[in-house]
Each structure stands twice: as structure tokens, then as C-alpha cells.
């Protein structure tokens, strides 16, 4: 398909949507999340629309990828970059939250009373929070652990911190925007991809991660987020893994193979290699029915009020160890 075409697919599949496209990768750790996305990103680059990549995983292999290829970042420089673990003041102001007021009476807010993020022309908040790479593509980090020691003595979740991250993916419009969840389903118990339009669970073609994979599947369910699945690192035909792909058949965006050339490799360096497997992939993605910026938000709404049922009908409840 040439990019034209491609670029008519985004403009129809989206034309309910306010052109925007929010991805979500999730997996067990090691799968090739970081890997994907960025064969993703490139491949996307070519619908020339402005793109912000998020990168949610304290590790920040995406953010250390990104930066060192398009700005020529070492290890240093990478500490610099603007944090969304710190954006939680900026944050309320632009949502002209009061201080005192807590998340959880934000979520709980109707879509018409919040103010949307926007990817192209970015607002205030989201271009404090971006680097840019180049003229169509940002990045948004939340940094290493280590940069936010307050946090290891802090009484608050460490998850409080990724707030204001979850909020803007479910309140981003008008561009693309690829979200590296980092490993395994935490960052599903904490809904942080709650407002994508997508998940694509990167599967290794192994029956364990299959097994796992499965964890990240339900709890996407449970929030009501679409998925799909890319199979990485084919190597054997294992049985666990056909049945697999008997049971998702059209869910399946992709089929890597395990391509040891490219292990450990920066994936825009060798990307030459590996375009082809992504293109038909962005096709896939571009053609699942995607939810309007309401939709994402109402899902939001849900789970709020899901979490306030539980939280009074807790109380309601003695305590008991045998339930
Ligand atoms: N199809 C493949 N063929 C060969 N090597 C691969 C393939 N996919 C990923 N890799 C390699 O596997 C390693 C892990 O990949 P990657 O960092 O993308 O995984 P991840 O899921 O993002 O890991 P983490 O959970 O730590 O974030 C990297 O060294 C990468 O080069
Ligand atoms: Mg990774």
C-alpha cells in the first residue's frame, strides 16, 4: 500500500475521532515492546502527521533509543529530559483543579468539563512535557526511579505519580501518540492505558509469555480497551503458540521472526531490515474501529465509578478473614 493510501485509511478510519490515534503497548518484560514501537513509530512517521511518543517505563529504553537517533543523546543528556512524574502541578493548573481536590474527583469529571490535550498544535502543558525530535515527532518521559527518590520515602503510591501521564493519553487529540507501557500488567492495574484506543500486547512466541499474556488481556477487558497482538521472536513452532493464533486469528497485527541481527540493536539504526514487517502492520492497527475521545473518556467514568461501588460497598462490609 503507498503511503497515500495509508494516509486516506487515518483520515477515514479517524474522521470521527478528530484524527487522533492512541496506541498502547503492553507485554511481559523482554517481549519487544520497545522494539515494536519504535518499528511502529518509523512506519507511522510516514503518515506525516505529528506524533508524540510517551515513554511510561522508569527502564527508558524508548526515551534512550529516540534521543540518541534523532539527538545525538548519550546517557547525560537523557537526564534532562522535562518529566511527566513532575508535571503534577502543572498539571492541575491547566485542568484548573483546585489543590486540594483529588484525582479521583477529576476522573470523575464530565468529558465536556475537562480540557482536551492536543498533539498538533500542542498546548501549553503538553509543550513543556515534550522534547521535540524533530519538526513531527516529541517525546514524553517519565524518567528513571532514580531521578525521584522522594518517591521510595514518600507514603503516597508511587503510581500517583503517573497521573497526570494517564490523564493526557486519555485526553490527547488531533495527532498520534505511541504509549510503552513497560513490562508486564502493572501498568493495567493502575489503568494507565485507559484512554488509548488500542493495546497492542507484544507476545513472544514462547507458552509462557502466551500464558501471561493472557493476565494483560483480561484486565484490558475488564477496562474495556481494545486489543490486539503482535507474536515477536517466532523461532519454534511450539503447539501453545498455534493455538494461539487459532483463537485471535484476525487480532494478530503482525508475526515477527526472531531476527538475531538485529538483537540489542537500536531498532532506527537497522530499521532498513525491519520496515517491511511493520507497514502491514500499521494497516492492521489503522483498520481496527477506533473510539472517539468521548468514548476513551467515558471508560474513564466507568471505572471511577466501579472504584467508588467498591469503595461503599467495602464499607458497608464487617471485616472478615473468611469471606
Ligand atoms: N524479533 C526480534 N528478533 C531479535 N531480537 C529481538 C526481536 N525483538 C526484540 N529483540 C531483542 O530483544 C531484546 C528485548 O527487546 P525490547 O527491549 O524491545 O523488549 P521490551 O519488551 O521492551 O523489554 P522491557 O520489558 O525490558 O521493556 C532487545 O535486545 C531486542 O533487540
Ligand atoms: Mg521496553
Same mark, same amino acid.
Given at each position: ?98 489543590? &486540594? ?66 490523564? #493526557? ?15 508486564? &500488567? ?86 532498513? &531490515? ?22 476513551? #473518556?467515558?471508560?474513564?467514568?466507568? #471505572? ?20
Amino acid at each position: 500500500m503507498q503511503h497515500q493510501d495509508i494516509e486516506m485509511t487515518i483520515n477515514t478510519v479517524n474522521a470521527s475521532s478528530n484524527n487522533e490515534l492512541v496506541i498502547a503497548f503492553m507485554g511481559k518484560g523482554g517481549t519487544g515492546k520497545t522494539f515494536t514501537s519504535l518499528g511502529l513509530i518509523q512506519s507511522l512517521r510516514n503518515l506525516d502527521k505529528a506524533m508524540i511518543v510517551a515513554d511510561a517505563d522508569t527502564n527508558r529504553s524508548l526515551s534512550r533509543y529516540l534521543t540518541s537517533h534523532y539527538l545525538g543523546y548519550g546517557e547525560e543528556e537523557l537526564k534532562e529530559l522535562p518529566l511527566m512524574t513532575l508535571a503534577e502541578q502543572d498539571f492541575y493548573e491547566f485542568q484548573q483543579l483546585d489543590s &486540594e481536590q483529588l484525582y479521583r474527583d477529576f476522573y470523575g469529571t464530565q468529558f465536556n468539563e475537562v480540557k482536551k490535550f492536543s498533539v498538533e498544535p500542542p498546548d501549553l502543558f503538553t509543550q513543556k512535557y515534550t522534547k521535540a525530535l524533530d519538526d513531527k515527532l516529541a517525546l514524553m518521559s517519565v524518567g528513571t526511579s532514580a531521578l525521584r527518590m522522594e518517591e521510595l520515602y514518600s507514603n503516597r503510591c508511587s503510581h500517583a505519580t503517573l497521573n497526570p501521564l494517564k490523564a #493526557w493519553i486519555a485526553l490527547s487529540t488531533k495527532g498520534i501518540v505511541v504509549l510503552d507501557c513497560g513490562g508486564g &500488567e502493572d501498568a493495567g492495574r493502575f489503568g494507565l492505558p485507559i484512554g488509548a484506543n488500542v493495546v497492542v500486547v507484544v507476545v513472544e512466541a514462547t507458552p509462557d509469555a502466551i500464558a501471561i499474556s493472557e493476565d494483560i488481556r483480561a484486565i484490558d477487558e475488564e477496562l474495556g480497551i481494545p486489543v490486539v497482538y503482535v507474536l515477536n521472536k517466532c523461532l519454534n513452532q511450539f503447539p501453545e503458540v498455534e493455538a494461539f493464533e487459532a483463537e485471535h486469528g484476525d487480532n494478530i497485527v503482525g508475526k515477527i521472526p526472531f531476527i538475531p541481527t538485529i538483537y540489542g540493536k537500536n531498532p532506527l539504526k537497522v530499521f532498513d &531490515e525491519i520496515e517491511g514487517i511493520f507497514t502491514p502492520m500499521v494497516e492492521k492497527i489503522l483498520s481496527v474501529k477506533l473510539s472517539s475521545p468521548q468514548q476513551r #473518556w467515558e471508560r474513564v467514568l466507568r #471505572w471511577q465509578e466501579r472504584l467508588q461501588y467498591q469503595r461503599e460497598s467495602k464499607k458497608s462490609q464487617p471485616f472478615s478473614f473468611i469471606s
